[in-house]
Nanobody, 116 residues
């Protein structure tokens, strides 16, 4: 089993930056790690994910502004968020997915608010 703990959320002005971290317990390497977000009244959506080979995928709305990375030695995945917009306001969730084994885990979420 994998436990995920997010940190780094907060209030930031438009155009500002934040870095989210997700620390994982348990075996981390075999999982595709992802960041999702859910805004009020909207469905949860994929922001970005990264495989253990470093292949990344991004939502079109965040390309060029948000960067996902992982440090397998520290069992941690990051989301560097630059040029933030009010529409980035949401709860951000960390996800660990290992489809072949049928495992999927979520963190508790961290709030990101972009407002002046």
């Amino acid at each position: 089993q994998v436990q995920l703990v997010e940190s780094g959320g907060g209030l930031v002005q438009p155009g500002g930056s934040l870095r989210l971290s997700c620390a994982a317990s348990g075996t981390f390497f075999f999982y595709v790690m992802g960041w999702y977000r859910q805004a009020p009244g909207k469905q949860r959506e994929l922001v970005a994910d990264i495989s253990n080979s470093g292949r990344t995928k991004y939502a079109d709305s965040v390309k060029g502004r948000l960067t996902i990375s992982r440090d397998d030695a520290k069992n941690t995945v990051y989301l560097q968020m630059n040029s933030l917009k009010p529409e980035d306001t949401a709860i951000y969730y960390c996800n660990a997915d290992r489809k072949i084994a049928g495992y999927n885990y979520w963190g508790q979420g961290t709030q990101v608010t972009v407002s002046s």
